[in-house]
């Protein structure tokens, strides 16, 4: 029975500046360094033992996995493409502030964050869900019971959990906020409602 760990990556520059991340790549600010090693401290409270970690390859996410996996004494994680998070197309670099604006009315509300659901040149949900069950597929192949940690980002950790536990995708972008440093368990033994294990006080966008 493999168990994945789905980790959004703690704060960084775009993050504090409400900008649109996308396919930016700009480094942790101290409090995502904070936040990284606080996580890393409630894995190793937890006794959870990690086998193998992965990351995004942008910097925030590799970070934050590199942070984790230093504190918990094993192998740094190891950048699949594949874990990157969406791209955002147009929308790449814009205030966060400005989504409705741009983009009414294919949007959708949740209570800390507006979506954007199309954008030039922006990935889609339903590709990002292909591409989340492509990702799931790899590991899964690969890692047979054991503990893998996924250092990611927020778009494309909700398209994993979506597509591990078979969700509706837009019920999914309303039902929880997944902020810095917050932790998404997939598992055999976890139902969809019990996924959502580590939070933060500190909500990012």
Known sequence: MTKIYIVRHGQNKDNANGILNGHRDLPLTQLGIDQAKELAQSIKEADI?????????LQRAYQTGEIITDHLGINQPEKLDILIERDFGIMTGKLIKDIEKLCAPNIIKADIITYFITAEWAETFPQLIERAQKALTYIEEKHSNENILIATHGDFGKMLYT???????????????????????LSPETTANQAHIFHTKQYNH
Do not use: Q, W
């Open 49 to 57: 033992h990690i086998d193998k970690a992965y990351s995004s390859p």
């Open 163 to 185: 597509a591990y536990y078979n969700l509706d995708r837009k019920e999914v972008l309303v039902k929880f906020h997944f902020g810095n440093s917050e932790v998404l368990l």
